[in-house]
């Protein structure tokens, strides 16, 4: 058995051609069952869901062996678990793309801060990619971690910046944010558990090969 753990929503979407294009169709949809555990046409391949991020842990823990999972989770996932051994990520899925950014307020003057070496107060869910960011630029700041609508925090007066995931633009938009820095690109990648990899390595490499094939044909 073949246990892939993706997370609703835009990874499961955009993995299902992917899927596809190694024979493997997903017969039920998460969006219309209750189920976590779901079959595919494949009998020994299954799907778990899970939230986007848990899968990390699942598939180090091998409670997957495979799953899709944005940079954004897997450099917070490895910040917390030392690194996190035994999880190899050995494709780029190019899918799930956005960027990660630092917004503020329009009103906040974002560059006279870092220039006078201000303290700045950032709330983010990524505190370890915010720390680095910071660190590199030698701007002394203030985490403040949140786990959801960081867009709130500079609108209520609780930070002054935030740390987020940028895709059209519209939810900065929406609530009058401006988008003053990017920090990173960020897309899915396939992650798979040691072990399995070493057990399962026909499988799992058959899989690998039909995904990156999956990928050249649509660029
Ligand atoms: O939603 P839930 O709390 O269950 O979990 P999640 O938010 O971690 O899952 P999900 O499915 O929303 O995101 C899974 C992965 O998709 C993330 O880990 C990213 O790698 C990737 N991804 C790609 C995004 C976006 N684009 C994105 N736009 N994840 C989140 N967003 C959010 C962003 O945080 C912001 O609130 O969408 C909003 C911005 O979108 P725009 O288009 O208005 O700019
Ligand atoms: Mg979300």
Known sequence: MLT?????????????????????EVT?????TRKLILATNQPDVRVVLVRATDVPTYVQHGGADL?????DVLIEHAAENEGAGGLYQPLDL????CRMSVATRADFD?????????????????VAVARQHFAD????VDLIKLYGSMELAPLTG?????VDLVSTGSTLKANKLVEVERIMDISSRLVVNQAALKLKRERIRSLIAAFS????SNS
């Open 137 to 140: 630029k030698g701007v002394h």
């Open 213 to 216: 094939g999956a990928m050249s």
């Open 158 to 162: 609780l930070a002054d910046a935030i």
């Open 4 to 24: 892939l753990a993706l997370s609703k929503g835009r990874i499961f979407e955009e993995t299902l051609p992917l899927l596809a294009a190694a024979g493997i």
């Open 94 to 97: 190019q899918i799930a793309k």
């Open 67 to 71: 799953g899709v999972a944005g940079k």
């Open 28 to 32: 039920e949809d998460p969006e219309k």
């Open 110 to 126: 974002y560059e006279a801060a870092v220039k006078q070496g201000s303290r700045i107060r950032v709330a983010t869910k990524y």
